[in-house]
């Protein structure tokens, strides 16, 4: 499937979910936010939302600065 992650255009295989997609990215852990079509996803929710051809993700993490 063609996504685009983080502004780069990716073909994922063998991830229907949100939950798949990050794991099959190698993200683990708390530290970052997912946001599918410019809409954040709960934590609690990314192995119910599905993901589809052509859609956009953004996975965000915290960043320290002044």
Do not use: C, H
Not at 23 to 37: P, W
């Amino acid at each position: 499937m063609q996504l685009t992650i983080n502004g780069k255009k990716q073909t994922i295989t063998n991830a229907q979910n949100v939950a798949e997609i990050i794991r099959s990215l190698g993200y683990e852990g708390d530290f970052f936010a997912v946001a599918l079509n410019r809409t954040v996803i709960p934590r609690t929710r990314y192995a119910a939302t599905p993901v589809n051809e052509n859609d956009e993700i953004e996975i965000l993490s915290p960043m320290q600065g002044g």
